[in-house]
């Protein structure tokens, strides 16, 4: 069972926990991003047991009728085990999330695998005519050049400032460094991308960036946060534009609730805060 500390960044072990928070924040007017936690498995059974997790998924929430895509990560679905099963999984799963009209996000993970998943996306943003999204990192040098590329793709792109600690030769590494680049991508998608920008950040400098860029360009955007972050945020901003709630849900809870903590001590003291308010 998942401590209270920590149910306030994941909505619960089971799909069905995750598919009555999705119920809950639709309610407020947020969409959700459910994600199945995991990544990087040894056993090529679980990537392939998570697969067909996600293609179940598209199928329930299809039935439930929810404002809700999924969000999957490549090495949860077999990239350590090679490009192809990687392939193999994301097109079951793109097949199912077309199928039963889910949308698919493809997060980013570190910059050895960039190439692969720029490429899956392509493949499947143009097979699908754009029922499937990419993440980006403005932490990486190259994500300036790639956006070009994306510009021109159908399909979604989240900016985000990059969560992989990466070799100061590829990316940059001070906040400072960060967050021009962030701003620069944002510039630069809500100028090209015409079928709208999704910018994944918690960072209120950002979100009222983006913004001011959709006044002045007038691109479709909408905002995506992760569950237990700036929570009454979300739902202020929900009343004035698309927002999206990344919403991690499964038994593998412990390292991402750990990894929240670590960002940002915060994270605990608000969980433990909404823990013993009575
Ligand atoms: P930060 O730079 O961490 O913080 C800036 C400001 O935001 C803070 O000063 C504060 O004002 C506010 N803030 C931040 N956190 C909190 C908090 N807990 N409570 C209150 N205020 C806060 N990274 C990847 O590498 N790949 C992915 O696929 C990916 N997908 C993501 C999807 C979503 C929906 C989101 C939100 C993030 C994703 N990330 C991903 C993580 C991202 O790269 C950043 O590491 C993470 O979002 C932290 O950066 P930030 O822009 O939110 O703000």
């Known amino acids: 069972m998942i401590p209270p500390i920590a149910s306030n960044f994941v909505a619960g072990e089971e799909p069905a926990t995750a598919i009555d928070h999705v119920r ?16 990087h ?8 047991a998570d697969a067909d997790e996600y293609v179940q998924l598209v199928t329930d929430l299809n039935d439930a009728g929810l404002d809700c895509c999924i969000s999957v990560k490549p090495s ?9 099963v ?13 199928e039963r009209d889910v949308f698919v996000w493809i997060d980013m993970e570190d910059h050895t695998t960039t190439d692969v998943t720029l490429d899956a996306f392509e493949r499947h943003a143009l097979e699908t005519d754009g029922n499937v999204g990419v993440c980006v990192q403005a932490n990486l040098e190259r ?11 159908p399909g979604k792109v989240r900016l985000v400032k990059g969560a992989y600690n990466e070799p100061a030769s590829i990316a940059h590494q001070s906040k400072e460094a960060v967050d021009e680049a962030y701003r620069d991508c944002i510039a630069y998608a ?7 920008v999704a910018v994944g950040s918690h960072d209120p400098a950002m979100i009222d960036y983006a913004q001011e860029c959709h006044a002045e360009y007038g691109t479709p955007y909408e905002l995506q946060l992760l569950m237990g972050v ?4 979300q739902r202020e901003l929900a009343a004035d534009c698309e927002v999206y709630q990344y919403v991690p849900y499964g038994d ?4 991402y609730f750990y990894r929240r903590v670590r960002e940002r001590k915060e994270n605990a003291l608000f969980a433990l805060r909404a823990v013993l308010r009575p």
């Open 41 to 48: 498995y040894d056993d090529p059974a679980e990537a392939a």
């Open 190 to 196: 809500f100028e090209h991308f015409e079928d709208g």
């Open 24 to 39: 809950t924040i639709n309610d407020d007017g947020i969409n959700g991003i459910l994600n199945l936690l995991g990544e």
């Open 143 to 153: 994500t300036i050049d790639d956006l070009e590329r994306l510009a021109d793709l």
């Open 230 to 233: 700036r929570e009454r945020a």
């Open 86 to 98: 990687f392939a193999d999984h994301l097109e079951r799963i793109v097949e199912a999330g077309t």
């Open 252 to 255: 593998r809870w412990f390292s």
């Open 76 to 84: 949860q679905i077999g990239l350590d085990h090679g490009d192809d």
